[in-house]
């Protein structure tokens, strides 16, 4: 299995910043696209942000500009940089992972437990 570990949320004004971490561990393999995923109460998961092994990133056009995704592939490790928070960005935020395990052929999609980002004044 693969176990993902949450950290760096919080509550912010609008306006300010926040990191996002991801440390993923287990009998990995190796890890394919990771991303951020988020979901606001009342509404559905959403796409944040994704990076593939070779750094290839795609972002939601609602934070497109404002977030940085990044990964250090040595760590198993991948980050979200939040700047310019606003209230619509209030969310539980999802680690996700494609991985295949050691011993393995297939792989399989895993998820964090969600960290909360409260944007208020």
């Known amino acids: 299995q693969v176990q993902l570990v949450e950290s760096g949320g919080g509550l912010v004004q609008p306006g300010g910043s926040l990191r996002l971490s991801c440390a993923a561990s287990?009998?990995?393999?190796?890890?394919?696209?990771m991303g951020w995923y988020r979901q606001a109460p009342g509404k559905q998961r959403e796409v944040v942000a994704r990076?593939?092994?070779?750094?290839?990133?795609n972002y939601a056009d609602s934070v497109k500009v404002r977030f940085t995704i990044s990964r250090d592939n040595a760590k198993n490790t991948v980050y979200l940089q939040m700047n310019s928070l606003n209230p619509e960005d209030t969310a539980v935020y999802y680690c996700?992972?494609?991985?295949?395990?050691?011993?393995?052929?297939?792989?399989?999609?895993?998820w964090g437990q969600g960290t909360q980002v409260t944007v208020s004044s």
């Open positions: 287990g009998s990995i393999f190796r890890i394919y696209t």
């Open positions: 990076i593939t092994s070779g750094g290839v990133i």
């Open positions: 996700n992972a494609d991985a295949r395990l050691l011993y393995s052929s297939g792989r399989q999609t895993y």
